[in-house]
């Protein structure tokens, strides 16, 4: 599934909410049931730069495909970053590199949100392109 599919297909699935504080819940009620990065993992190497909390992001190639796992120190945080994850994961390097979501917008959650998180968030977006553009970089070209 493309990312813009996935992201009006999560859209689809959040909005019946009318409440954008119920649906910040139910996203960091989905985060909490995650299993956390281990300690080994949780590296300055993955660390996402520009959040004020700490966000872990490990990205990896499956079938040629990417998949995303993270954490944060901040459980809001790693819902809606986990929410972001989830319209990349899947997808091509190459589909995932050329779209920037707009998950956070379209479920209207960003007008709630500090400049600062808001920033931290895009970030989150920013690591996933970085690591597909690097990705659809090194796939030998297909026949």
């Not at 995650?34 to 990896?60: D, K």
């Not at 994850?85 to 920037?100: H, K, Q, R, T």
């Not at 895009?122 to 070209?141: K, N, T």
């Amino acid at each position: 599934m493309l990312p813009a599919e996935k992201q009006q297909r999560l859209a689809a699935q959040y909005l019946p909410i009318e409440d954008p504080q119920e649906r910040m819940a139910l996203l960091v009620d989905r985060a909490r049931q995650a299993r956390p990065l281990p300690e080994t993992e949780r590296t300055e190497e993955n660390r996402v730069q520009g959040c004020v909390s700490r966000v872990w992001l490990v990205g990896e190639l499956d079938g040629g495909r990417c998949r995303f796992r993270l954490d944060a120190d901040s459980a809001l945080v790693k819902g809606l970053a986990a929410v972001v994850c989830e319209v990349y994961e899947g997808s091509l390097p190459a589909e995932a590199a050329e779209f920037e979501t707009t998950i956070l917008e379209a479920l209207r959650i960003t007008d709630h949100l500090s400049p600062t998180r808001r920033h931290g968030l895009q970030q989150v977006g920013r690591s996933i392109r970085e690591f597909a553009r690097a990705a659809a970089r090194d796939l030998p070209p297909t026949a």
